[in-house]
C-alpha cells in the first residue's frame, strides 16, 4: 500500500513541474531547457535552509520560490533580445550552471554527495515521515499550483500570453509590453518550480545533483506534449500517464538482463503512438472565453475621437551601406485616409516601421501632439494612440476571433497579475465590459457571427477584416494599415470601403500602404508617392496618377 501511496506522491510533484512547465512552453511559447534546474535550486534552498539554519517548513518553500523566481528572471532577461534556438541555448545553460554549481560547490551543496538528513515536515506536531502522511500535503501544494497556473492562463494575461506565443511584434502593436510579460512568466513557472523541489527535499530527506539533470526536463516536456500544450487539464494527465506508465511496466514478467531495455523499448513505443495518432496531445488547447454569456448590449465603437496629425520630419534609415529611407518627410491628417504607393522596395513599409518604432531612426524625428516619439518602444507608441498592421497580418491563429481583439484592448487590469489574483472582481467586470466592445466591434466590421472560431478557420478576406477589428480594439487614434485590402476581390472591396471611411469620418488619423491603384483613387483623400526611400509627391491621388513622370517610376 506504501508504494501506491508513493506513486500517488510522485503524480503530485510532477503534475506541479508539468503544470509550471507549460505556462512557458504551452501558453508563453518561450522552448526553455532549464525546468529541472528551477526543480533542483528549489530542492537545495530547502536541503541547506533546514539542515543549516534550522528553518522549518513552510520557510525554506517560501524562501526557495524567491530564490529561484529570481533565477527565473535572470534567464528571461537575455530572453528579452533573443528567441527561439538561442533562448533554448541560454537556458540550456543555465542547466549546466546550475548542475556544476550542485557538483563543486561542496561547502555548501555537498558536492557529489549530496545533502542528508533534511528534516521530515512537520505539521501541528504530525511528522510526515511516509508517504500515506505526506500525500495530503502533496496533493494540497499540486492543487494550489494548480489553481495559480490556472487563474493565470484564463486571465487577460493569460491571453496576451498565448497572443506573444504566436507573434511577439503582433503582440508589441497591440500595446502589450513583452518584456514584462517574459519576466514574469519566468519567474512564476520557476517558483512553481521549486515549491515541487522543495517538497522533494523533505520527502526523500536526501538531495544531489544526480535528480536535477536535463533528462528530467526532457522527461517534464513529455508530459506537457502528451498531455496538450496551452491546457492544464492536459499536464495533469500527461504527468498521471508518464508517472503511473513506467511503475505499471514494472510488473512485466521478463528476464532481469533484458526487462529494464524492453521496458524502455515499450515506454518510448506507447509515446510515440500516442503522439502519432494525436499529436495534439490527449486534451487539446480550447478558448478561455465563455460567450454563452452575452452582455447583452454592444457600446458605440464609430463614436467621434480628436486625433491630431502625425508627422514624420527628415525620416532617415541606414542598414548599413544601404539606405532604405532618405530625408522623407511624411504628415498624415486626421479625419482623411492617406495612402502610400510606390514600386516594390520604396521604403513604404519601412516609414511605418519608423513612424510606429519598430526602428529607431537614423536621422529626423517622429512627432504626435506635439511630442516626439523618436526612442521610444513599439508598446509605448501605441499606448500614445497610434498602432499599425502588418503586410502579413500577424493574427493570434491559435486563438478565437473575440480573444483576437480583446487582447488589443488597452488598460486591462487583468493584465496585472497583482490585479488578477488580489482584485478578481474588478477583473471580471472589465472582461465583461471588453467582451461587450469586441462584440460592437466584430458588428463594425462585419464578423460577429465568427467571433467563436479560431482565427486560422477564417476566410482571407475575414482575416483582413479582423485586422481592422484588432487595431479598433487599440483604442488608437491613428491607424497605420500596410495592405490591407491587397487580394480582395471587387465585390468584397465594395463591402470593405465603408468600414474605412467610417473609421476616417470619425475622426481617426488613416493611413494605408497600398498597390492597388483603384482602391488608393477611390479610398484615399490624398497620396504620398515614395520611390528609392524618397518621397517624390503628396497630392490628390487622381493628380499623382496622371503625372507622366511619377507613372514612368511607378511602372519601370
Not at 260 to 272: E, F, N, S, T
Given at each position: ?23 512557458l ?10 525546468h ?13 535552509l533546514t ?8 520557510i ?22 533573443i ?95 513583452v ?15 521549486s ?11 536526501f ?23 496551452g ?58 472565453l ?41 504628415s ?62 500577424r ?9 483576437n ?8 487590469s487583468?493584465?496585472?497579475l ?8 474588478k ?36 482575416e ?14 491613428v ?19 465603408p ?12 493611413a ?22 524618397k518621397?517624390?509627391?503628396?497630392d ?10 511619377l ?6
Amino acid at each position: 500500500m506504501d508504494y501506491l501511496f508513493h506513486i500517488l506522491v510522485s503524480v503530485a510533484l510532477f503534475s506541479i513541474l508539468a503544470t509550471s512547465f507549460n505556462l512557458l512552453i504551452g501558453y508563453s511559447g518561450l522552448f526553455a531547457l532549464s525546468h529541472a534546474a528551477f526543480f533542483g535550486v528549489g530542492a537545495y534552498a530547502t536541503a541547506i535552509l533546514t539542515t543549516q539554519l534550522g528553518l522549518v517548513f513552510p520557510i525554506p518553500l517560501l524562501i526557495g520560490m524567491i530564490i529561484t523566481a529570481l533565477v527565473g528572471m535572470a534567464i528571461a532577461l537575455p530572453a528579452l533580445r533573443i528567441g527561439g534556438d538561442y533562448l533554448v541555448i541560454v537556458s540550456l545553460a543555465l542547466q549546466m550552471i546550475v548542475a556544476a554549481i550542485m557538483l563543486n560547490w561542496t561547502a555548501l551543496t555537498g558536492g557529489t554527495d549530496g545533502i542528508r538528513g533534511i528534516p521530515r515536515v512537520v505539521i501541528a506536531g504530525w511528522e510526515l515521515n511516509n508517504a500515506p502522511r505526506f500525500l495530503p500535503l502533496a496533493v494540497f501544494c499540486a492543487a494550489f499550483c494548480f489553481w495559480i497556473s490556472w487563474k493565470i492562463g484564463n486571465s487577460p494575461f493569460g491571453r496576451a500570453l498565448k497572443a506573444m506565443r504566436e507573434n511577439e511584434s503582433a503582440v508589441l502593436s497591440v500595446g502589450k509590453n513583452v518584456v514584462a510579460m517574459k519576466l514574469s512568466v519566468f519567474a512564476l513557472a520557476a517558483a512553481l518550480a521549486s515549491v515541487a523541489g522543495s517538497l522533494y527535499a523533505h520527502y526523500v530527506t536526501f538531495v544531489s545533483a544526480e535528480g536535477f539533470t536535463l533528462d528530467l526536463t526532457v522527461y517534464v516536456l513529455a508530459m506537457v506534449i502528451l498531455g496538450g500544450t496551452g491546457n492544464l487539464w492536459g499536464s495533469l494527465l500527461g504527468a498521471a500517464i508518464l508517472t503511473i506508465l513506467p511503475e505499471l511496466l514494472k510488473f512485466l514478467a521478463l528476464s532481469p538482463d533484458v526487462a529494464d531495455k524492453i521496458r524502455q523499448m515499450l515506454y518510448g513505443i506507447i509515446l510515440i503512438l500516442i503522439l502519432r495518432i494525436r499529436p495534439q496531445g490527449l486534451i487539446p488547447e480550447t478558448s478561455n472565453l465563455n460567450l454563452t454569456r452575452d452582455p447583452g448590449y454592444r457600446p458605440d465603437v464609430g463614436a467621434l475621437v480628436h486625433a491630431s496629425r502625425l508627422e514624420g520630419t527628415g525620416l532617415e534609415k541606414r542598414f548599413g551601406g544601404i539606405v532604405a529611407v532618405s530625408g522623407v518627410d511624411i504628415s498624415i491628417e486626421p479625419g482623411r485616409i492617406t495612402g502610400l504607393i510606390g514600386p516594390n522596395g520604396a521604403g513604404k513599409t519601412t516609414a511605418f516601421n519608423l513612424l510606429t518604432g519598430f526602428l529607431k531612426p537614423s536621422a529626423g524625428e517622429v512627432r504626435y501632439r506635439d511630442r516626439p516619439l523618436t526612442g521610444l518602444k513599439p508598446h509605448e507608441i501605441v499606448r500614445l494612440g497610434i498602432a499599425r498592421s502588418f503586410q502579413d497580418l500577424r493574427l493570434f491563429t491559435r486563438l478565437s476571433v473575440i480573444e483576437n481583439v480583446m487582447v488589443a484592448m488597452p488598460r486591462q487590469s487583468g493584465d496585472s497579475l497583482f490585479q488578477v489574483f488580489f482584485n478578481p472582481w474588478k477583473v471580471r467586470r472589465e472582461e465583461r465590459e471588453h467582451l461587450a466592445k469586441a462584440l460592437a466591434i466584430l458588428s463594425f466590421v462585419q464578423l460577429e457571427h465568427r467571433a467563436s472560431d479560431i482565427a486560422s478557420d477564417l476566410s482571407y478576406a475575414e482575416e483582413k477584416l479582423l485586422v481592422v477589428a484588432r487595431l479598433m480594439a487599440t483604442e488608437a487614434e491613428v491607424l497605420l494599415f500596410d495592405e490591407p485590402l491587397s487580394g480582395l476581390s471587387p465585390d468584397t472591396l465594395e463591402q470593405v470601403f465603408p468600414i474605412f471611411r467610417k473609421l476616417a469620418g470619425s475622426g481617426r488619423t488613416i493611413a494605408i500602404i497600398e498597390h492597388n491603384l483603384d482602391v488608393i483613387r477611390s479610398l484615399c483623400d490624398s497620396a504620398i508617392f515614395l520611390d528609392e526611400g524618397k518621397k517624390f509627391a503628396h497630392d490628390r491621388p487622381e493628380v499623382l496618377m496622371n503625372d507622366p513622370v511619377l507613372a514612368t517610376r511607378y511602372f519601370k
